[in-house]
């Protein structure tokens, strides 16, 4: 089945490590996102892609760093520069028309 | 002024009943506009599009407003299973190549 897979569901990170969040699909979409979403809130842009090797922050990029080497994948890294990383972290995807999600990775960092 | 806005609400309504959320956008290049729906700890999930003409599907229908850039979503026959949050968002990039903007959501309480 096609679709947009993210990895781990759940994830637990000690405080000052660095954590990559997987997200792959097999849509063939050429543009691919990263939100982060706190609670009772709605879903913030960290950044985007709409090619492969290239890339573009989004509203709230400070601490976090992706890589698109290729169509299918968009990893994002949260860096410990990144001050208050817990959230649900979601990636979509888009062939320049609606997006389509993943599941989420919630990010608990104790 | 944020790019998308809406209406947190919640908005809580007996079933049965018909209610209309609105979501305004500050890019007046904006080429497409959708609603999602998003339950509880789960991915929103695509609800309809919105189209210049309007768009009706079953119980939902659609209307976008090019002129105030506004966006609505009007709800009939209220159902339980209807309780969720809404989400207006926007293309906001004038060349119509990404960055999909999203609204803050409208939650929805459906009672008895």
């Known amino acids: 089945d096609g679709g947009i897979t993210q990895s781990p569901k759940y994830l637990f990170r000690k405080e000052g490590q660095n954590v990559t969040l997987s997200c792959e699909q097999n849509?063939?979409?050429?543009?691919m996102y990263w939100y982060r979403q706190d609670p009772g809130q709605g879903l913030r842009l960290i950044y985007y892609?709409?090619?492969?090797?290239?890339?573009q922050k989004g509203d709230i990029a400070e601490g976090y760093s992706v890589s698109r080497e290729k169509k299918e994948s968009f990893p994002l890294t949260v860096t410990s520069a990144q001050k208050n990383p817990t959230a649900f972290y979601l990636c979509?995807?888009?062939?320049?028309?609606?997006?389509?999600f993943g599941q989420g990775t919630r990010l608990t960092v104790v | 002024r944020k790019e998308v806005e809406q209406d947190p609400g919640p908005f809580n309504v007996p079933e049965g009943a018909t209610v209309a959320f609105n979501c305004t956008y500050s890019?007046?290049?904006?080429?497409?506009f959708f609603w999602y729906r998003q339950d509880c700890r789960k991915e929103p999930k695509l609800l309809m599009s919105?189209?210049?003409s309007g768009n009706e599907d079953g119980r939902f229908t659609a209307q976008l407003n090019r002129a105030s850039q506004y966006i609505s979503l009007l709800i009939r026959d209220s159902k339980l299973s209807d309780s969720a949050t809404y989400l207006c968002?926007?293309?906001?990039?004038?060349?119509?190549?990404?960055?999909?903007?999203f609204g803050q959501g409208t939650t929805l309480q459906v009672k008895p």
């Open positions: 979509a995807s888009s062939a320049r028309t609606e997006a389509f």
């Open positions: 849509l063939n979409h050429d543009a």
């Open positions: 892609s709409q090619i492969v090797n290239d890339f």
């Open positions: 890019n007046s290049a904006s080429q497409s």
């Open positions: 919105v189209y210049s």
């Open positions: 968002v926007v293309n906001g990039d004038s060349s119509n190549t990404g960055k999909l903007i």
